[in-house]
């Protein structure tokens, strides 16, 4: 499967901003799909993860409460609905994807998109 990120932008704080991750090829309701995030100058980060069925749901305690995972597994979607942004969400997001358990570790994915810049102002 083949990823594709967008939706990234520039918002003030408090404001929101919605991800999408569109993937191409077989077999995507098979892949669990998560988004991470990646400042400058640190690791990539885990942000959400949603099971292939889209009932199991993970967060980073860091935007929990804030971020909404979810997917479409007819349309081949998964989406980062963002709210109640802060300065310290700007980040270059990643969608990626893995078959097997779900997992919170970046190392783990093998299929990434190729980022969207989020940038959040205060």
């Known amino acids: 499967v083949q990823l594709q990120a967008f939706g990234g932008g520039l918002v003030q704080a408090g404001g929101s901003l919605r991800l999408s991750c569109a993937a191409s090829?077989?077999?995507?309701?098979?892949?669990?799909m998560g988004w991470f995030r990646q400042a400058p100058g640190k690791e990539r980060e885990f942000v959400a993860a949603?099971?292939?069925?889209?009932?199991?749901?993970l967060y980073a305690d860091s935007v929990k409460g804030r971020f909404t995972i979810s997917r479409d597994n007819t349309r081949g979607t998964v989406v980062l609905q963002m709210n109640s942004l802060k300065p310290e969400d700007t980040a270059v997001y990643y969608c990626?994807?893995?078959?097997?358990?779900?997992?919170?570790?970046?190392?783990?994915?093998?299929?990434w998109g190729q980022g969207t810049l989020v940038t959040v102002s205060s």
């Open positions: 990626g994807g893995k078959q097997g358990p779900q997992s919170t570790s970046y190392k783990s994915y093998d299929r």
């Open positions: 090829g077989r077999d995507f309701r098979l892949y669990q």
């Open positions: 949603v099971g292939v069925s889209g009932v199991s749901k």
